[in-house]
């Protein structure tokens, strides 16, 4: 499965973490070697606007104008907007600052101008100096939905953001999958990669959302190419977010093994983290590297391994 010469990447990515990833990635492959698909399932309507949390995530991480601490937002944003709806009784649970407000302002209105969520995010890359293509997995809506013991059925903002992901998980549906489809841009970059690559993201939040669309799968499935994921759990826990807990929640080993196992015969490499205890899966080759991305630098040489590897 050696890469060689001017090899494309397709990688799948969802919020925070696979951000990073393909922020690595950005610096050392060119925007036409490098295509990247984003998660939709987080997508809401939120005070009569679109907002569209993964896709914004990496816009602004390839930018570089991401809050680097939340991993989403944007820096050194201001609050005006928040303070002002607080004292009139709007929602302020979700914390959009003034800068990434003008974001959803301007996707919502050229949304509502007819243009495909697709062309919005080519659209923001371009004014924001992201060459990359930033696709969208899917131009229809497909909610992440979660069924919880405590507070029945949540939309995801709901679940991740209002609740903190404290409620217990009992079921994920990605409503309307079925019967969505990848977009004619998203086919192309599959058909055209020379590697697949799934970000270190949560797989039932923010890679299987993608994964539920349309015939996605079985168009993954038929390339015959390197089909890698990252593991999102190093040293039994989830860099940030939900994961681990939700794998406990879903009765689930908290270990890279158990993400292999859930991707199944979709791959056929795994990127493990060296602390994470070793362990064999049947056709699948696996990698074992430091795959923690604290900071730039870092990020630069996972992708930078991640390749190596990819090329050896
Ligand atoms: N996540 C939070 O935990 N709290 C927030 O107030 C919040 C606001 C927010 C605003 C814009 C945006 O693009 C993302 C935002 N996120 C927030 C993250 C969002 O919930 C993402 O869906 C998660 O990062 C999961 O991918």
Redesign the pocket.
């Known amino acids: 499965m050696a890469l060689t010469g001017a090899y494309k990447i397709v990688l799948f990515v ?3 973490g696979g951000a990073k990833l393909a922020y690595g990635l950005s610096k050392l492959l060119p925007p036409d070697r490098l295509t990247i698909v984003v998660n939709v399932g ?1 997508d809401f309507w939120h005070l009569g606007l679109r ?4 896709a ?2 990496v816009l602004y991480t390839l930018a570089g104008r991401v809050d680097s601490a ?4 944007v820096a050194n944003d201001t609050s005006q907007v928040l303070t002002a709806l607080a004292d009139i009784g709007g929602e302020t ?4 600052g003034d800068a ?1 407000l003008a974001t959803h302002l301007t996707r919502t209105d050229r949304l509502r101008r007819g243009a495909r969520p697709t062309e919005v995010a080519t659209e923001l890359c371009a004014v924001m100096g992201v060459e990359y293509a930033l696709l969208p997995v899917t131009d229809e809506s497909v909610p992440t939905i979660v069924d919880t013991k405590e507070k029945g059925r949540l939309s ?2 709901s679940y ?2 209002a609740n ?1 992901w404290q409620p217990t998980v009992t079921a994920i549906g990605y409503e309307g999958a079925d019967g969505a489809s990848v977009t004619r841009e998203v086919g192309d970059a599959i058909d055209q990669a020379d590697a697949i690559i799934i970000a270190p993201s949560n797989p039932w ?2 890679i299987a959302p993608m994964l539920a669309v349309g015939d996605l799968r079985a168009r993954l499935l038929a390339r015959d190419v390197p089909r890698i994921a990252m593991s999102p759990i190093i040293g039994g826990r989830a860099v940030k ?1 939900p994961a681990a807990k939700l794998m406990r929640e879903l009765g689930l080993e908290v270990s890279a093994a158990s993400v292999a196992d859930y991707y199944g015969d979709l791959l056929n490499g795994f990127v493990d983290d060296v602390v994470n205890p070793p362990f064999e899966h049947d056709g699948l080759k696996i990698a074992r590297m430091d795959t923690m991305m604290p900071d730039g630098e870092a990020r630069i040489r996972v992708a930078q391994s991640l390749l190596e590897w990819l090329e050896s």
């Open positions: 969802g919020g925070v987080d907002i569209c949390p993964d914004d995530t939340n991993g989403w937002g649970w979700f914390r959009i990434d995801f903002q991740f953001v903190r939040l923010s977010g």
